[in-house]
């Protein structure tokens, strides 16, 4: 087999080699840790390809108590929800809104730089909200709806304005200029 045309990694940096702990650590925390990992590695001229796992807004997402989440989540947002989908739904708003501030972080960090960039972030699947989720009901045009249990939202990114780069028809496009929110 011809493995010349194979993506292939100079090298791999698990959470260990980054000194993070594995379900503790923030996305800010994992950004900043590759920008510090970028720092070492990069060359004048030489592309630099990173693939950053995140982990701040994997779940479970209710098993903590609404009362621990920071302001204003530990209030429940959508008090006309069942407890349980209130408890999910307000835990990951407030690890978005965290992943948010990170991601803002990164955007800094690697768009004004004088190399071409671009980032693309994406979820690879929907929160469970320990199988809740499957049961919330869902408003989706008719074309979407056998992609209801598994869209892939994204976005791109780049450090020129007025590339504007289109995705699939569940894709969040958004261009530097538009603020992470």
């Not at 108590?65 to 008090?79: C, E, M, T």
Request: charged letters at 25%.
């Amino acid at each position: 087999m011809d493995n010349s045309n194979r993506i292939s990694f100079d090298q791999f940096y698990d959470i260990n080699d980054l000194g993070l702990t594995m379900w503790h650590t923030t996305d800010a925390q994992m950004f900043a840790a590759a920008k510090r990992v970028y720092d070492k590695i990069k060359k004048p001229g030489q592309p630099v390809f990173f693939m950053i796992l995140t982990l701040e807004q994997h779940g479970p997402h209710d098993d903590k108590p609404l009362a621990s989440l920071p302001a204003p989540f530990n209030q429940g947002l959508l008090p006309a929800l069942p407890a349980k989908q209130e408890l999910n739904l307000s835990t990951y708003l407030s690890r978005l809104q965290s992943s948010d501030e990170g991601m803002t972080q990164l955007e800094n960090d690697f768009l004004k730089r004088s190399e071409p960039t671009v980032i693309v972030h994406f979820g690879d699947h929907l929160p469970s909200f320990s199988d809740a989720i499957v049961k919330m009901p869902q408003t989706l045009p008719a074309e979407l709806q056998r992609h209801k249990n598994n869209p892939t939202c994204y976005m791109i990114k780049t450090d020129d304005a007025l590339a504007e780069i289109t995705g699939n028809s569940l894709a969040c496009r958004k261009r530097r200029d538009e603020p992470s929110k």
